[in-house]
Structure formats: structure tokens, C-alpha cells
């Protein structure tokens, strides 16, 4: 089954200053990747995803790379916020986009804190 | 609101009891989740229901756990015999099946957190 690693567990970073959380997977047919934000006391909530097809996607301050050579992707923070602070989780899946989905294979997770 | 329901939000038990979750999903949503996360982990899958199909258990622990969707909507997370390792917040998803070009997002509701004393 798929295996992902993610790193760092911790991450501080001053605000306004960038924020870059890794992941890698085991499986090479795993074409869907999504991060998702959990803040305390909440379940976790999809902030951005990337399909396999494509390398890159944006959206405002966050970014999502994906390699699939080396089998890893990452999230990108700009000018981070202190409401930037939470858990990320990153995820894969073999999503064949027919009959259900499938479990996604979460990361440990990132705890991300953005200091004034 | 429209989210996805859990209660209780908070069990205290005591090791050996059996307690039951419950997880109101998002109407429409054909998928459901339950997942484990204990203090400082990842996100754990347990079991996922879709539609009439038979559920996916292979992420259950022991089978001291077990979960029923009843009418394809609510679902309940029995765990017997709780032990101390069972301590942890339980949170359930739901999704639109992926077919008809949809994401299949999770969408999470806000958890049980379980102690087993």
C-alpha cells in the first residue's frame, strides 16, 4: 500500500518569512495530492491539491510542487501569517476517478508556528 | 450548519467499557470516513463506507473496533473493551463519490476525543 513521509514535524518561521513542508510517497501510480490545515480543536480542512498531470499550482499565498520522478511534493507559504499556524497534513491516492474513492494515505503531519 | 457532525465531542471512559461515536455526515455525501488520531500523530484510517458497496475495514485495529452506516447516512464507531492505547480523537469525513469530475474533498468534522482511563 502507499507510504508517506513527511517532514518537518515542526516548523517555526518569523512572520512574513516563507514556509516550505516535504513529502514523499511510495507508490508511483498515486496521481492525487492534497494538503489539508488542521486547526486546534478542528478537523482538518483541504487548503490545495494537485493531480499527477500537472507540476504546479497556486493559489494566493500557498503553492503545491510535485515531482513525480522523485516521488515527493511540497507546500509553499508566502509571507506567512500567524493564522498560517496549525497542523498541515499532506495526502495520496491512486484516484482511478471511477465508482468511489478510494482511503487516502496521510503524512504525520507539520506544525507549523508563525511567531510575530 | 451543513458540516459533518460528531458526538460526543468529548468521552471519558474507563478501560474495559464500550463506547459508541457518532457521525452525522454531510447530506448527499455517498463516502464516509472514520480516522484515528492520536496526541502528536497522523491522520489513521480505520474504515470507509460507500454507498451499498461493502466498507473497507482493513484499517481497523483489532476487532474489538467495528462501525455500521445505517440508510447510507449516519454512522456509528463501536469500540469494546476499550483499552488505555484506545485514548485518542476519532474523526469522521464525507465526500461526493469521485465520478461526475468531483474532487472527492474530504470534509471533516470536529472529532471525538476519547480518554480510556
Known amino acids: 500500500g502507499e507510504n508517506v513521509e513527511q517532514h518537518p514535524s515542526t516548523l517555526s518561521v518569523q512572520e512574513g518569512d516563507s514556509a516550505v513542508i516535504k513529502c514523499t510517497y511510495s507508490?508511483?501510480?498515486?496521481?492525487?495530492f492534497p494538503w489539508y490545515k488542521q486547526e486546534l480543536g478542528k478537523g482538518p480542512q483541504l487548503i490545495i491539491d494537485?493531480?499527477?498531470?500537472?507540476g504546479e499550482k497556486k493559489d494566493q499565498r500557498i503553492a503545491v510542487t510535485l515531482n513525480k520522478t522523485a516521488k515527493h511534493f511540497s507546500l509553499h507559504i508566502t509571507e506567512t501569517q500567524p493564522e498560517d499556524s496549525a497542523v498541515y497534513f499532506c495526502a495520496a491516492i491512486l484516484d482511478g476517478l471511477t465508482g468511489g474513492g478510494n482511503k487516502l494515505t496521510f503524512g504525520t503531519g507539520t506544525q507549523l508556528k508563525v511567531e510575530l | 450548519g451543513a458540516g459533518v457532525s460528531q458526538s460526543p465531542s468529548n468521552k471519558v471512559t474507563e478501560k474495559g467499557k464500550d463506547v459508541e461515536l457518532r457521525c452525522d455526515p454531510i447530506?448527499?455525501?455517498?463516502?464516509l470516513y472514520w480516522y484515528r488520531q492520536s496526541l502528536g500523530q497522523g491522520l489513521e484510517f480505520l474504515i470507509y463506507?460507500?454507498?451499498?458497496?461493502?466498507?473497507?475495514k482493513s484499517g481497523l485495529p483489532s476487532d474489538r473496533f467495528s462501525a455500521e452506516r445505517t440508510g447510507g447516512s449516519v454512522s456509528t464507531l463501536t469500540i469494546q473493551r476499550t483499552q488505555q492505547e484506545d485514548s485518542a480523537v476519532y474523526l469522521c469525513a464525507s465526500s461526493l463519490d469521485r465520478t461526475s469530475g468531483n474532487t472527492g474533498e474530504l470534509f471533516f468534522g470536529e472529532g471525538s476525543r476519547l480518554t480510556v482511563l
Open positions: 507508490d508511483s501510480a498515486s496521481n492525487y
Open positions: 447530506s448527499g455525501h455517498t463516502a
Open positions: 463506507f460507500q454507498g451499498n458497496s461493502a466498507p473497507d
Open positions: 494537485i493531480r499527477s498531470n500537472v
